[in-house]
Structure formats: structure tokens, C-alpha cells
């Protein structure tokens, strides 16, 4: 086929994909340059589903860009088979299919020449006799292909419909070959089970198949649309005419013709209808559930201790050498008798000293303690402070991912006297209702956390809400000890969580631990994080910039937003080495990179940090070292890891790094607020660096963000 020969859908091009120029952050949209018998063409569109080496029909047109000259603009795509040898190994080499990497491809086009793709697709047992590949490969190769090839027709059907090919390849790895019955049967189910696929993409596909703006299941959609961007929020439910507010702005309809199909979402169990507001079935669940097991906890058996409080904690201060504070040693006394007991305090406040002054005395007892938190980085500060094992939340109640549950649970509960959980204001609603469910009766609970912090990235406001029921013993810590007084970080987060400005240290002061650089162009605060993490800190303060200096930012877009940052830190860093590149991401070995969800079956958490150590080109993958332990990422695991040089204020909870770098810049201005900064301050332990203008930080010290979520536990623990 010639390079511009007509179609009834447009022109079209075919030719194979040479390499990629320019790929956009935040939608599927490409550059790339492609091979075609008339030379090499500029080609642009939505075509992220495809990879170097691979042959490709587009559907489109030609274009005159007025700063880049002639141009493809391709509406679609329709991969063809390669038709020489030389184009299989391309093809198969480009990583269209998982397990066959450039060197795998070689041997299989070497040995079976023009016959390799029919051997793959119709006698995988033939691939044996190629070297290094035995009967368990051939079978996982053979699987790739097919479901290659179900892929490129879920892709043609699918681009019919006007749906890009990222959103196409989401659509295809949730429900593979059933893909185009599922979206036929009804598209609103993407919304609500395909990650980044939502409810205006569903809404779409929905009117390219003819459905009615007024179709009873776009309004349940819509409706559960609503109720999913509240959660997202942190809001357990919304105020009645709220939720119908919001869904009738979304879907354009009357607030009126919602009614119906509300009700008929309650009646099918997928949401829950209160006075005071309607919510998500499993949220609402959830909230019920803790409030019933915290109840039942309270009215469990008392801890039959003979321990004289008072002696107890005389005799742990002379075993330690510390003497104890009053707002310390009333802790430690309620944790003796209080069935559940909330320690919340900023830094400096001594809740770790408490929490060793508890096990301490507990301990002599023969209590058995538990003790966990809800992040690996937050589970191994505890247990580095302590010298006790503690473990995540997942790992305390044995997350069994081929149960998608728990083992501890109601029927199994966890084998402790009592549970100390830290950092408790990154608990979700959801997280608490299966922690809750595996405490015995007889338990005592020991939430401690910092309730001025961020609240949970999930919904609920869990540590908030039991201490305002009222229903929890609760120690407020607000003295600073000594030891923290000569710490500028301590205080600063103080004055800061105060609305006061911070103190800065003096011109020419090398000794303090917190610094302000005054920077106003975001281009100036850039090229000086990289100065300060490149060379300043690592020379000034002999610290390692990649494991011990962590750049925490508020925004994940901009010049100073995460995904610049890490580009531009690991140009500086870590700019070569064996790599794999996989979308816009390019992953070196050497990269600090963090897991950015729960992976059970790798044994990996949310934002948990480690090292790429090992690259495996041609079977995609890679390993990375978490601590000490060693994962191996396949090419589907992949899209879990980011680079991590930079991360979101939100992702470094329960985290604590030698050195932090912040920037504060007004075009943060949406983000700037008060316990924004103030958390991310309390994460730095030995410096703390912002850099910015003292406008920005004025307007993030005085911004007090609205931080009110629609919850009710507080209210079902008054009553449960």
C-alpha cells in the first residue's frame, strides 16, 4: 500500500514504528517517527498501544504544522503482520509480547525463519527447540501472544468508538477477550471497575453506541460517579441534596429525574440512604462496622492487671534514665487501664518515649503486644525505635491476596492483649473496619498519631472521629522536651501548625537544621533543588543524595511538580546505565523508585522506597531492592514503580528522611496550606530546606484548608 492511499475512513500510512519523539504526561498522545517505503514520516495521535519495531496501518491524514512541516495525523491505528524476516525480529523484538525481548526474538526468527509467527500462534511446542526456552516458557509465550492478538481486535473495535488507545489497552488488561461484549452490554461498568477510565470516558463510549442522555443507567451512573469523587475526597457520604446536585450538574438532567434511579440503587444494594446523607454501600459498611467492633472492644473484659500504676512508672524512669513529664506519665497510666487509648501530639511531644514506656511496663506483665502501622516506613520507624517488631496493618491481619481478604478476621482474631498502632491519621474508614474486626473482646487498643497531620488518602477521618465521640481515653500532648528545644525543625512545625511564621536562622549559620532559600522564578527554585540535592547537602552535611535526601513537593504536574523534578533529578543522578523504558518512564539501574500501590502477591505496599539493582532487557523486567530484599518486576508490574527522587507531600506519610527539600512556590498556590507544609516539615529528621519566596510561605502558613469530610462514625460510636 502506497504512503497516501485513499480509504473510505481517510488516508492511510503503513510502515513500522522506528522510535518515539515526544509522549504526553497526561494523555495517550505521541510523536513518533515511522519507517515507511517512502523514508522515514512524522506521525501524531493516540498511539501509545504501539511499540518500536512493530508494523502499523494508520487512518488519518496529512497535515502542514506550521513550526514541524508535513505531518500524519492518525485517527487510528491497525497493526499488520511484518511480511520478511527482518520485520519479524522487529516485530517480536519491539515487546509487543511479553517474554520476547531482542535477543529471544533473534533466535526465534533464526531458527524458524518466515515460519516463526505461525510456530508462535499455532505449535508453541516447537519453541523448545530454541535454546534456554523449555515447556513452562513456551507456554507463558504462546499465552503472551494470544493475548496480544485478542488486544489488537479489542483495540479495533474499540477505535470505532472514538476511545483512545491508553484508555483501550486499560479496558482490554480488566476484562481481556470479553472486553467488547462488556462494553456493549453496558460501558458505564468501566467507570466504575477500570483504573483511569471514568465516568466522562464511559459517558462517551456510551453515545458513540446510541444510548439515551436519559438511560436509567447512565443515571445510576452518574449518581455512583458522584458518590466515587466524594470517597476520593475523603467524605464517607454527601448530604442528600448535595449528591443530587452534584450528579445533575454531571449528567446535564434534572435534579428530579435522579429520584428513581437513587432509589432503585438502594434497593440493589450499592448504595445506603440516612437522613443525614447518602453514601456507597461498602463505605457505609465500613463506617457501621468499626463503630459496632469499637463498641464491643469497650465493652469487653478490663485487663486484670495487679500493676501499681504510679510504682510502675517510677520504676521505668530510673530503668531508663528519664524522667517523665506530666502529660507522659498520665499516658502511660491510662494505657495500663484503658481499653481503647488515643496519644496524639506534633513532634518533640514524646509519644515514642511513651510508647517504650508502655512496652516497658507491659511487658514485665507477660502482656502480649502487637504493634503495626499502616506503611512499611512507618511499621520499621516504630520498630527501629522500640527495637520490638512491628509490622504493616496488611501484614499484622495476613492479607491472603487469593482471597482478596484477610486471615484475621471476626472468625480467626489477632492473638495479642493489646494493639498499638502508629501514625493512626493515615488509617482509612476501610483499613479500620478489618482491623477492628480481628481484635479479640478482651483487647486493649493504642491508637497514636498526629491529628494535625494530612488526614488518610482514603475516605474517613478515622483518629479524628474517635476522639471526637468522646468514647476513647485521649492524651494530648503538647509540651515539646527538652531534646527537641534545640531542633529549629521542631519548633518550626509548632509555629507553623500555629500559624506562625517560622524562625530562620541567622545569615551564615551552617549549625541550624532548617533553612529557608529565597527564590522567586520557579526555573530559580528548580536549578537550586538541584543544586542543594546534587552537591550542597550531600558536601555540607555528608549526606547521600540519592537514599538519604528526599524532595517532597506539592503538585504531581508543573515545572515543580513531581514528575519534572524526578526527570530533571535523575538526568543529575543517575543520567546512564542499563535501562528499560516502558511509556514516558525510562528506569535505570541506580534509580530510587516507590511502589505506588498494594501488590500482596509481590509483597509490596504503597508507597514503599527501594533501588532498581538489576535490568533484564529483553524479557522487560527488572529487580529492585527493598531494604535488603530483592523483587522482581515482570512487564505488567511495571506501570506499580515511579521514580522517586521527588514525591507528593500525600505519599511521604508515615515516611521520615534525613533530609527534606521543599519547594514553596505561589503557583502551588491551590496546594499551599497550613498542614500541607506542616507535614511535610515533620518528615525531614535532621535538615529541612525550603526553597521559595516568603510570599508563598506566608500563604501556606495562613491558609488554613477546609479539611471537614462527611463522616458519621463519631455519631455511630455514640450510639453503637
Not at 444510548?211 to 445510576?220: E, F, G, K, M, T
Not at 502477591?601 to 531492592?625: H, I, P, Q, T, Y
Amino acid at each position: 500500500m502506497s504512503a497516501s492511499e485513499p480509504t473510505d475512513a481517510g488516508e492511510s500510512l503503513e510502515g513500522t514504528l522506528a522510535r518515539v519523539i515526544f509522549e504526553s504526561a497526561d494523555r495517550p498522545w505521541r510523536v513518533v517517527r515511522m519507517d515507511t517505503p517512502q523514508g522515514e514520516v512524522t506521525c501524531v495521535g493516540e498511539l501509545s498501544g504501539l511499540a518500536p519495531g512493530e508494523p502499523v496501518r494508520l487512518v488519518g491524514k496529512w497535515v502542514d504544522n506550521p513550526k514541524f512541516g508535513r505531518q500524519f495525523q492518525a485517527d487510528s491505528y491497525v497493526p499488520v503482520r511484518p511480511g520478511t524476516v527482518a520485520g519479524i525480529e522487529r516485530y517480536l523484538g519491539s515487546g509487543l509480547v511479553d517474554g520476547i525481548g531482542p535477543g529471544l526474538a533473534k533466535r526465534l526468527v533464526a531458527r524458524f525463519g518466515e515460519d516463526t509467527l505461525d510456530v508462535v500462534e499455532n505449535h508453541p511446542q516447537r519453541l523448545t527447540e530454541v535454546e534456554g526456552i523449555g515447556p513452562v516458557r513456551a507456554e507463558r509465550i504462546q499465552q503472551a501472544w494470544q493475548g496480544a492478538r485478542h488486544l489488537k481486535e479489542v483495540m479495533v473495535f474499540l477505535q470505532s468508538l472514538d476511545v483512545g488507545t491508553g484508555f483501550a489497552l486499560r479496558i482490554f488488561k480488566r476484562y481481556g477477550e470479553r472486553a467488547v461484549q462488556v462494553v456493549k452490554s453496558n460501558p458505564y461498568q468501566l467507570a466504575l471497575e477500570v483504573s483511569g477510565v471514568g465516568f466522562l470516558t464511559a459517558d462517551r463510549i456510551a453515545k458513540a453506541l446510541g444510548l439515551s442522555p436519559d438511560d436509567p443507567a447512565r443515571l445510576a451512573a452518574g449518581l455512583l460517579h458522584a458518590l466515587g469523587e466524594a470517597a476520593e475526597d475523603g467524605h464517607v457520604f454527601l448530604p442528600g441534596p448535595e449528591l443530587m446536585s452534584r450528579a445533575g450538574a454531571l449528567l446535564g438532567v434534572e435534579e428530579a429525574a435522579l429520584a428513581g434511579p437513587r432509589d432503585r440503587l438502594a434497593l440493589g444494594g450499592y448504595i445506603q440512604i440516612e437522613p443525614h446523607g447518602v453514601s456507597l454501600a461498602r463505605l457505609y459498611e465500613a463506617e457501621r462496622k468499626v463503630a459496632q467492633g469499637l463498641a464491643r472492644v469497650l465493652a469487653g473484659p478490663r485487663p486484670a492487671r495487679e500493676v501499681d500504676a504510679e510504682a510502675a512508672v517510677r520504676a521505668y524512669e530510673l530503668q531508663s534514665g528519664l524522667t517523665l513529664a506530666d502529660q507522659q506519665r498520665a499516658a502511660v497510666k491510662a494505657a495500663l487501664r484503658a481499653k481503647i487509648l488515643v496519644i496524639t501530639g506534633g513532634p518533640g511531644t514524646g509519644k515514642t518515649t511513651i510508647v517504650k514506656g508502655v512496652l516497658r511496663i507491659l511487658e514485665a506483665e507477660h502482656t502480649n503486644i502487637l504493634l503495626a502501622a499502616p506503611t512499611g516506613r512507618a511499621a520499621k520507624r516504630m520498630a527501629e525505635a522500640t527495637g520490638r517488631e512491628a509490622k504493616t496493618l496488611h501484614r499484622l491481619l495476613e492479607y491472603a491476596p487469593q482471597d482478596d481478604g484477610f486471615v484475621r478476621n471476626e472468625e480467626n482474631p489477632l492473638e495479642g492483649d493489646v494493639v498499638i498502632v502508629d501514625e493512626a491519621s493515615m488509617v482509612d474508614i476501610v483499613l479500620m473496619q478489618s482491623l477492628v474486626a480481628a481484635l479479640p473482646d478482651r483487647c486493649q487498643l493504642i491508637l497514636v498519631g498526629d491529628v494535625d497531620q494530612l488526614p488518610s488518602v482514603g475516605p474517613g477521618a478515622v483518629l479524628n472521629d474517635v476522639i471526637r465521640s468522646g468514647r476513647a481515653d485521649v492524651v494530648r500532648l503538647t509540651q515539646i522536651y527538652r531534646q527537641a528545644h534545640h531542633s529549629l525543625i521542631v519548633e518550626n512545625a509548632h509555629r507553623i501548625n500555629h500559624g506562625e511564621m517560622p524562625v530562620l536562622p541567622g545569615a551564615g549559620d551552617a549549625r541550624s537544621d532548617f533553612y529557608l532559600f529565597e527564590r522567586d522564578a520557579p526555573e530559580d527554585v528548580l536549578r537550586t533543588i538541584e543544586s542543594l540535592v546534587k552537591d550542597r547537602i550531600p558536601r555540607g552535611f555528608g549526606l547521600d543524595p540519592v537514599d538519604a535526601v528526599q524532595v517532597l513537593t506539592p503538585m504531581h504536574k508543573g515545572p515543580l511538580g513531581a514528575q519534572n523534578l524526578n526527570l530533571r533529578l535523575q538526568a543529575l543522578l543517575n543520567p546512564s546505565g542499563p535501562e528499560l523504558v516502558r511509556g514516558q518512564v525510562t528506569l535505570r539501574v541506580g534509580d530510587k523508585v516507590m511502589q505506588t500501590k498494594n501488590d500482596y502477591d509481590l509483597g509490596v505496599f504503597n508507597g514503599d522506597l527501594g533501588r532498581v539493582v538489576r535490568v533484564d532487557a529483553e524479557d522487560k523486567a527488572l529487580v529492585v531492592d527493598f531494604e535488603g530484599r530483592e523483587v522482581v518486576y515482570d512487564a505488567q508490574a511495571l506501570e506499580q514503580l515511579q521514580l522517586a527522587y521527588a514525591t507528593s507531600i500525600h505519599k511521604s506519610q508515615g515516611s521520615e528522611y534525613p533530609a527534606v527539600v521543599v519547594p514553596v512556590s505561589t503557583q502551588h498556590f491551590v496546594m499551599l496550606h497550613r498542614n500541607l507544609l506542616y507535614t511535610a516539615i515533620t518528615r525531614g529528621k535532621r535538615l529541612v530546606i525550603l526553597v521559595g519566596s516568603r510570599k508563598a510561605l506566608g500563604m501556606a502558613v495562613r491558609s488554613v484548608k477546609d479539611q471537614r469530610r462527611y463522616t458519621a462514625l463519631a455519631d455511630r460510636l455514640l450510639t453503637a
